[in-house]
């Protein structure tokens, strides 16, 4: 009997020091960080060349009204305090966007692409999986633009759900956005306003919709994207960028 008691004893330390390994943050992220990653989507490495900033943007990208309970979302009003946290914080040299989504509310997106257009500090985008609709503004919006070559990114008008007045100055309204979003990206890319048009009124790609789905060869091609690269590629291009701005 005190033999058995002893080799429960000994499994029983063992699962528990097995549990608190498992509680343990794996190698390189610490709890502080871990806590910043579940509460914003965010993290700031530090023990590197540089601080930089790792902002996310994935989902959709909610606005004023609140999305639907189970959707994946950005929210605008926890992006905004964190850029001018991190304009303002010292310590941080940079920042990479990090893009996964599918779009959202205009307004919010284009609110997000205007102060992250606006810093001072380095910035760097990186398109991963989708960078669609509001989300090629926030792409474009950074120094330098990466997209992986698998990832995809969808041009087309601007639209609205819900009751919509026949009106002509809904149509007016709706041409005013869109020369807002059409001249953010122009003049924060190399691509030109006539392309941009063709693609965003194009009929013959989309099933139920107009506009077009452009590759990462082909968002580079038109001067969209600045160039096709991994993580480490948007990595050590800020890296340089920091250098430079040192």
């Known amino acids: 009997m005190i033999f058995y008691r002893r080799v429960i004893t000994m499994l029983s330390k063992k699962d528990k020091n097995k ?3 498992s509680d343990k943050p794996c190698t390189g992220v610490s709890n502080e960080q871990l806590e910043q990653i579940e509460k ?3 993290v700031t490495p530090k023990g590197s060349k540089y601080v930089i900033h790792c902002l996310t943007v994935a ?3 909610e606005g004023h009204i609140q999305l639907p309970q189970g959707t994946k979302a950005t929210r605008y009003e926890h992006i905004i305090p964190q850029l001018v946290a991190i304009e303002e914080d010292p310590e941080v040299d940079g920042m990479l966007v990090v893009l996964n989504t599918v779009g959202g509310d ?3 997106g284009l609110a997000l692409a ?3 257009s606006g810093m001072s500090k380095p910035t760097v985008s990186l398109v991963l999986g989708g960078g669609h609709s509001i989300g090629v503004p926030l792409a474009v919006a950074a120094d330098k633009s990466f997209i992986v070559p698998s990832a995809t990114m969808t041009i087309h008008p601007v639209r609205t759900n819900g009751l919509v007045l026949g009106v002509p100055q809904t ?3 709706f041409e005013k956005m869109q ?3 059409t001249g953010f990206i122009t003049s924060n890319s190399s691509v030109k306003a006539e392309k941009l048009y063709e693609l965003m009124m194009n009929t013959g790609e989309l099933a139920t919709d ?3 789905v452009l590759c990462g060869d082909d968002a580079v091609k038109i001067g969209l994207i600045h160039r096709v690269g991994s993580l480490s590629d948007a990595i050590d291009c800020l890296y340089e960028l920091i250098e430079q701005n040192k």
């Open 19 to 21: 549990n608190e390994a």
């Open 40 to 42: 914003t989507g965010s």
């Open 59 to 61: 989902g959709e990208i």
């Open 106 to 108: 205009v307004e919010a």
């Open 114 to 116: 205007e102060l992250i």
């Open 171 to 173: 149509l007016n309204y």
């Open 179 to 181: 020369e807002r979003i």
């Open 210 to 212: 107009m506009g077009t």
